[in-house]
């Protein structure tokens, strides 16, 4: 009779025991978390420059050069990279009915170039200086090399501006507006708002056109004329 008591009891508690913990697991998947702030990764694109007029007779030979300050080591890149056997690379641009993105000879317009790419954590942002360049003399400075020293004098390219960082670049002897023609440059501030990508843009240098997009706000294209010339530029920045 006590023996089967304690049987019971045990029965009892154990059935309690099992009831409780199957009411109590629900109960806390239901409860509201906060998602974990999400890793995003940004890519900065070029969707297309074309060539309305050229700084010289015949092509120009355009390059991009991208910095960008933020979490860890300043960048410094030229686009495009050298093709083989070449110093520094350029696409050959040109003004007239030329088809786009031309491989065997001059391009009236270039498309879908990447200019930055970055994984951002949650509240991780980057600054990006876009300085677009027209090769005459051309500059054989070693780019990551500036990149350290550029970081130290200009660490935020967006307050500073473009024409800062182009001016600092001429003192460490990389001259993109004497050698080289400057057609014209922006700023850009990248950054991760919990987990979700927001864009800044900012005017820089010799643009006689700025329009961020007003339904698509990491949308935006700009009109350049430096140095004689006129191109046309459209850029977004996309969640990859
Ligand atoms: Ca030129
Ligand atoms: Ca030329
Ligand atoms: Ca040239």
Known sequence: MTKSLTLLLVG?????ALLS???????QDNTVQPPPPRDVTAQLRLREL?????????????????????????????LPGPAAGQPSGHWD????????????????????KVLFEKTLRA????????????????????LQTLA??????????????AGV????LAQLGFNLTDTDDYLGSYTVHIENRNGTLSTDWHQGDRL????????????????MNGDGSHYDAWFDVITR
């Open 123 to 142: 509240g991780e942002s980057w600054d990006v200086a876009v300085l677009f360049e027209e090769e005459d003399g051309g500059n054989s400075q070693d």
């Open 208 to 223: 006689f056109h700025f329009l961020i997009d007003p339904n698509r706000h990491e949308a935006m294209e700009l009109k």
């Open 12 to 16: 009892v508690v154990m059935l309690a």
């Open 50 to 78: 074309k060539c309305f007029h050229t700084t010289e007779a015949g092509a120009d030979e355009v390059y991009i050069l991208v910095y960008a300050t933020g979490s860890s080591a300043p960048t410094l890149r030229r």
């Open 21 to 27: 913990g199957g009411r109590a697991t629900p109960s």
């Open 165 to 168: 960082v182009v001016a600092t």
């Open 93 to 112: 641009m040109n003004d007239g009915n030329q088809p786009c993105d031309n491989p065997s000879g001059d391009s009236h317009c270039i498309t879908n």
């Open 148 to 161: 350290g020293t550029l970081a130290s004098r200009v660490p935020n390219p967006v307050i500073a501006g």
